[in-house]
């Protein structure tokens, strides 16, 4: 099963945002705004992997060696981050939405539409007629639409009825989601381990191993981390809720490095990394 390298992924932003959609609702419910630090570091990282990734992207086309491989780790890493970005702005947005305010979705909306105007570009470089050959171009358009329905489906999952899905990539496949997600007093629990599977077989397993070495991911990740509610983990940083069926998942909390938040997914590593 597929384990959470030592280093960061673009894993790891697929990981956050999983766990973001998940502990979504509470913050929404709860009115739960993150710190005005928080809110400008999410902001800052945002940007300042725009100006990395438009540095690549200012250069002519393939006109360097290894560019195709250097632009497919860009691809993976710009669609993984707007996977993650997308969600968070949609918890904004729809904390927003019950308070009456537009800061927080202002700063939201500023941060998709930024990532989204890299996303042109590096699709134009994709499309280059100096571009390889082939297949080269049809794989990366693959990680991009799994990377867009894996964000509508968290989208979906995460607002159920509240009817917030500016930031989805396509609104209807998000509502149909959350119709499914939502459909039932009882359904919430199994439609949860319908999509954490899925997450860690179907979308996690699919992923290319492409590290996120930039500090600017790091702080990205540690202001969505560190605005999450404390008292939705134990002290080990495993998740208080139970996610998994008895047979295969602990209850109680264990000091025991290997805790696991999903198969192959270590929380308690994750969350050491931004303390």
């Given at each position: 099963m597929p384990m959470v390298e030592p280093g960061?992924?673009?894993?790891?932003?697929?990981?956050?945002?999983?766990?973001?959609?998940?502990?979504?609702?509470?913050?929404?419910?709860?009115?739960?705004?993150?710190?005005?630090?928080?809110?400008?570091?999410?902001?800052?990282?945002?940007?300042?992997?725009?100006?990395?990734?438009?540095?690549?992207?200012?250069?002519?086309?393939?006109?360097?060696?290894?560019?195709?491989?250097?632009?497919?780790?860009?691809?993976?890493?710009v669609f993984t981050t707007e996977l993650l970005t997308r969600v968070w702005a949609t918890i904004l947005g729809s904390i927003d939405q019950r308070t009456g305010r537009n800061d927080l979705t202002r700063i939201a909306t500023n941060s998709v539409s930024g990532l989204l105007q890299i996303r042109h570009r590096l699709l134009k470089h994709i499309l280059h007629p100096s571009a390889p050959s082939g297949s080269w171009a049809a794989d990366l358009d693959r990680l991009r639409r799994r990377?867009?329905?894996?964000?509508?489906?968290?989208?979906?999952?995460?607002?159920?009825?509240?009817?917030?899905?500016?930031?989805?990539?396509?609104?209807?496949?998000?509502?149909?989601?959350?119709?499914?997600?939502?459909?039932?007093?009882?359904?919430?629990?199994?439609?949860?381990?319908?999509?954490?599977?899925?997450?860690?077989?179907?979308?996690?397993?699919?992923?290319?191993?492409?590290?996120?070495?930039?500090?600017?991911?790091?702080?990205?990740?540690?202001?969505?981390?560190?605005?999450?509610?404390?008292?939705a983990f134990y002290r080990d940083g495993s998740l208080r809720e139970q996610l998994l069926p008895v047979s295969t998942a602990r209850i109680e909390p264990s000091d025991a490095a290997d805790d696991v938040l999903l198969p192959g997914i270590s929380l308690t590593s994750l969350r050491r990394r931004f303390p």
């Amino acid at each position: 099963m597929p384990m959470v390298e030592p280093g960061l992924t673009v894993k790891s932003l697929a990981e956050v945002a999983w766990l973001v959609s998940r502990l979504g609702p509470q913050m929404i419910a709860s009115q739960a705004e993150p710190s005005s630090t928080a809110l400008r570091d999410f902001w800052q990282s945002t940007r300042k992997l725009q100006q990395i990734w438009d540095q690549f992207l200012d250069q002519e086309p393939f006109s360097v060696p290894d560019a195709a491989t250097h632009l497919e780790q860009i691809a993976a890493q710009v669609f993984t981050t707007e996977l993650l970005t997308r969600v968070w702005a949609t918890i904004l947005g729809s904390i927003d939405q019950r308070t009456g305010r537009n800061d927080l979705t202002r700063i939201a909306t500023n941060s998709v539409s930024g990532l989204l105007q890299i996303r042109h570009r590096l699709l134009k470089h994709i499309l280059h007629p100096s571009a390889p050959s082939g297949s080269w171009a049809a794989d990366l358009d693959r990680l991009r639409r799994r990377c867009d329905r894996w964000t509508d489906l968290l989208i979906g999952n995460l607002c159920g009825a509240d009817e917030f899905f500016r930031f989805a990539f396509d609104a209807e496949r998000a509502r149909d989601f959350a119709e499914d997600a939502h459909d039932g007093v009882n359904a919430s629990h199994p439609v949860e381990l319908l999509v954490a599977a899925g997450v860690r077989l179907s979308f996690l397993g699919q992923l290319p191993t492409v590290s996120v070495d930039s500090p600017a991911f790091q702080g990205l990740m540690q202001s969505i981390l560190g605005s999450l509610p404390e008292q939705a983990f134990y002290r080990d940083g495993s998740l208080r809720e139970q996610l998994l069926p008895v047979s295969t998942a602990r209850i109680e909390p264990s000091d025991a490095a290997d805790d696991v938040l999903l198969p192959g997914i270590s929380l308690t590593s994750l969350r050491r990394r931004f303390p």
